[in-house]
C-alpha cells in the first residue's frame, strides 16, 4: 500500500495520560499535515512540515501538543496531559504537488 | 480570516432525483477541493478545481468553480443510495492548508 499510513487506528486513554501518534506520508512527498477533526465539523488545520522543518502552527496547538518530523519522512504527534476535549480524529495528509492526500485517521477517546 | 461556508449542511433526497451542494469562500483562494466521507472513515478526495470555470466530471457527481463569486457548487445528478456520506469542499490557504467548509451530510433513500 502505497498511500498514507497512520498508527494506531484507535487510542482509548485516561485524561492526564500522554498519547503519541505516527504518520508515515507516500513516499517522496515533502510536505506533511495534522489536522484534527471532532464529530459533526470539518477537519481543522494543527501544523504542518516541509521535509523536516515545522513551517506553521495553528493556535489550536496548545503547548500540550508537539510534532516532529526528525528525518523528513515519518512524522509524530504527541499530546501530553490529555483532556476529555481531546477527543477527536487526528487525521495526516501529505502532499507534494497539487493535492493532499489523507490518512486514515486515528481516533482518540479520552476518558 | 479565510471562512468556509457550505449548505445545506443536511440534504436528504430520493434516488433518482438531481441537487446542488454549494460552497461560499470568504477571500480569494488558489484551489479548491471537495472531499468525500463515509462515517468513521478518513477524506477521499473528489476533485481538485484550479481556476476560475473550472468543471470537472465523475460518474455522477459534477463540481463547478466561479471565483469571482468564489463559489463552487458540486451538483448530484440522479442519486443512489451509494452516494450517501459527507462531503466537504475545502480552500488552500497561503501555505497550502486546506480550510475546510461544515460538511454537508447527503442521505439518498429508496
Known amino acids: 500500500d502505497t498511500g498514507v499510513s497512520q498508527d494506531p487506528r484507535h487510542k482509548i486513554t485516561k485524561r492526564g495520560q500522554n498519547v503519541t501518534f505516527r504518520c508515515d506520508p507516500i513516499?517522496?512527498?515533502?510536505?506533511l499535515y495534522w489536522y484534527r477533526q471532532t464529530l459533526g465539523q470539518g477537519p481543522e488545520f494543527l501544523t504542518y512540515?516541509?521535509?523536516?522543518?515545522?513551517?506553521?502552527k495553528s493556535r489550536l496547538l496548545s503547548d500540550r501538543f508537539s510534532a516532529e518530523r526528525p528525518k523528513g519522512s515519518f512524522s509524530t504527534l504527541e499530546i501530553q496531559r490529555t483532556e476529555q476535549g481531546d477527543s477527536a480524529m487526528y487525521l495526516c495528509?501529505?502532499?507534494?504537488?497539487?493535492?493532499?492526500?489523507f490518512g486514515p485517521g486515528t481516533r482518540l477517546t479520552v476518558l | 480570516e479565510l471562512k468556509v461556508e457550505q449548505n445545506p449542511l443536511f440534504l436528504s433526497m430520493q434516488e433518482g432525483k438531481n441537487y446542488t451542494i454549494y460552497c461560499n469562500y470568504s477571500t480569494t483562494s488558489d484551489r479548491l477541493y471537495w472531499y468525500r466521507q463515509d462515517p468513521g472513515k478518513s477524506l477521499e478526495s473528489l476533485f481538485v478545481?484550479?481556476?476560475?470555470?473550472a468543471v470537472k466530471q465523475e460518474g455522477r457527481l459534477m463540481a463547478s468553480l466561479d471565483t469571482k463569486a468564489r463559489l463552487s457548487t458540486l451538483h448530484i445528478t440522479a442519486a443512489v443510495h451509494d452516494l450517501s456520506a459527507t462531503y466537504f469542499c475545502a480552500v488552500d490557504k497561503d501555505t497550502d492548508k486546506l480550510i475546510f467548509g461544515t460538511g454537508t451530510r447527503l442521505q439518498v433513500f429508496p
Open positions: 478545481l484550479l481556476s476560475n470555470g
Open positions: 512540515f516541509q521535509n523536516e522543518a515545522q513551517l506553521e
Open positions: 513516499s517522496e512527498h515533502n510536505r
Open positions: 495528509a501529505s502532499r507534494v504537488l497539487g493535492e493532499q492526500f
